[in-house]
T-cell receptor, first 111, second 112 residues
Framework: EDKVVQSPLSLVVHEGDTVTLNCSYEVTNFRSLLWYKQEKKAPTFLFML????IEKKSGRLSSILDKKELFSILNITATQTGDSAVYLCAPFDNAGNMLTFGGGTRLMVKP | EAGVTQFPSHSVIEKGQTVTLRCDPI?????LYWYRRVMGKEIKFLLHFVKESKQDESGMPNNRFLAERTGGTYSTLKVQPAELEDSGVYFC??????????FGPGTRLTVL
C-alpha cells in the first residue's frame, strides 16, 4: 500500500524565519509528486516534481525531489503570516491514477 | 478562469438519510476525482472519471456511495443511506493532465 509521511506534524515560527518541510513516500508506480497549500478550504496547487535534483521555485517557495531516497522537501524563506497553512505532499501513483496524501505539516507563522 | 466549485459547502443530515454532493470541474477538464478526509485522517482517493466513464473507483468505501458524471461535465456523489462514519470533508478535483489536479473547496458532511 502506498504510504506518505510528512514531518514535522506542526511548526511554529516567527516572520522572517526559513522553514523546511519534509515528505517521504513509498509509491508502487511513481510518476510525480505534488505539493499543495491548504488554508481554509481548497488545497491550492504549488509544485509538481517529476525529476530528481531539479529545484522548482516560486517566489519564496522552492521544492526538490530525490527519487532515489524517496523524499521531497519544501522550503519557505523569509516566512510571512500569510504562509500559515497546512502543507500537503502527494505522490502520484501511475498505476492507480490517484494522488496519495500525507497527513500534512501545519505551519503557523507568528508576527 | 473559474476554479472547481462544489455544492453545498456544508451539509448536516441524520443517519439513514440521503445526501447528494455536486462538483463542477474546471471547464474543459476531462479528468474528475473525488477524495475524502474523515476526522483526523489523511485525504483519501475515492474515484476517478475520465469524461463520463469511471476510470477507477477502487477507493469507494462501499455500495452506499454512488458517483455519476452524466454528459462528462459536472459530477454528483450520493450517499444513501448515510452513516455516522461518512462524516468528513469531500473534495473534488479536476485536471487536464492526470497528475496536476486542482481542488475545489470541499463539502463538509456531518451525519448526526
Amino acid at each position: 500500500e502506498d504510504k506518505v509521511v510528512q514531518s514535522p506534524l506542526s511548526l511554529v515560527v516567527h516572520e522572517g524565519d526559513t522553514v523546511t518541510l519534509n515528505c517521504s513516500y513509498e509509491v508502487t508506480n511513481f510518476r510525480s509528486l505534488l505539493w499543495y497549500k491548504q488554508e481554509k478550504k481548497a488545497p491550492t496547487f504549488l509544485f509538481m516534481l517529476t525529476s530528481s535534483g531539479i529545484e522548482k521555485k516560486s517566489g519564496r517557495l522552492s521544492s526538490i525531489l530525490d527519487k532515489k531516497e524517496l523524499f521531497s522537501i519544501l522550503n519557505i524563506t523569509a516566512t510571512q503570516t500569510g504562509d500559515s497553512a497546512v502543507y500537503l505532499c502527494a505522490p502520484f501513483d501511475n498505476a492507480g491514477n490517484m494522488l496519495t496524501f500525507g497527513g500534512g505539516t501545519r505551519l503557523m507563522v507568528k508576527p | 478562469e473559474a476554479g472547481v466549485t462544489q455544492f453545498p459547502s456544508h451539509s448536516v443530515i441524520e443517519k439513514g438519510q440521503t445526501v447528494t454532493l455536486r462538483c463542477d470541474p474546471i471547464s474543459g477538464h476531462d479528468n474528475l476525482y473525488w477524495y475524502r478526509r474523515v476526522m483526523g485522517k489523511e485525504i483519501k482517493f475515492l474515484l476517478h472519471f475520465v469524461k463520463e466513464s469511471k476510470q477507477d473507483e477502487s477507493g469507494m468505501p462501499n455500495n452506499r456511495f454512488l458517483a455519476e458524471r452524466t454528459g462528462g461535465t459536472y459530477s454528483t456523489l450520493k450517499v444513501q443511506p448515510a452513516e455516522l462514519e461518512d462524516s468528513g470533508v469531500y473534495f473534488c478535483a479536476s485536471s487536464q493532465v492526470v497528475d496536476t489536479q486542482y481542488f475545489g473547496p470541499g463539502t463538509r458532511l456531518t451525519v448526526l
